[in-house]
């Protein structure tokens, strides 16, 4: 288990590199928009904008129990994509603290920043 979801949302970068690193099965989900994908990304990372979550996310919630974690620039738009997911149903889902700024300052500083 990624964390227990009854005791939070959210979820540090250092435990989503621990997680990356030890090879978990967790889906790694970018929410920001094409341009900022581009820009940059967490290798291994999926992208689905969250302008896109109500229409792109049955596949998702075809499989409840997968744990989830998304991030997005700083964690707003991402905490929101967080909560609209265990709202229908999937409840191991968290948000990256700080978004992909934070991951660049915190873990790997050869993803640019904006």
């Known amino acids: 288990m ?13 435990r989503v590199a621990d997680l ?3 090879g978990a099965d967790f889906l790694l989900i970018d929410c920001r928009e094409i341009d900022e994908w ?12 969250l302008s896109e ?7 998702l919630l075809q499989d ?6 998304i991030y997005c620039h700083h964690g707003i ?3 929101h994509a967080t909560r609209y997911l265990r709202h229908q149903g999937c ?8 978004g992909i700024a934070r991951w660049s300052a915190e ?3 050869s993803v640019p920043t904006y």
Request: net charge neutral; no cysteine; hydrophobic share 40%.
């Open 77 to 79: 738009r991402s905490l």
């Open 53 to 59: 979550f109500p229409e792109a996310t049955r596949a």
């Open 107 to 109: 873990i790997d500083s």
């Open 38 to 49: 581009y820009f940059n990304r967490i290798k291994g990372a999926r992208h689905l904008p």
């Open 20 to 22: 990356l690193e030890s």
């Open 91 to 98: 409840a191991s889902v968290f948000s990256m603290q700080g």
């Open 2 to 14: 990624i964390a227990d979801p009854s005791l939070t949302e959210e979820i540090s970068p250092q």
């Open 64 to 69: 409840t129990a997968k744990a989830m974690v």
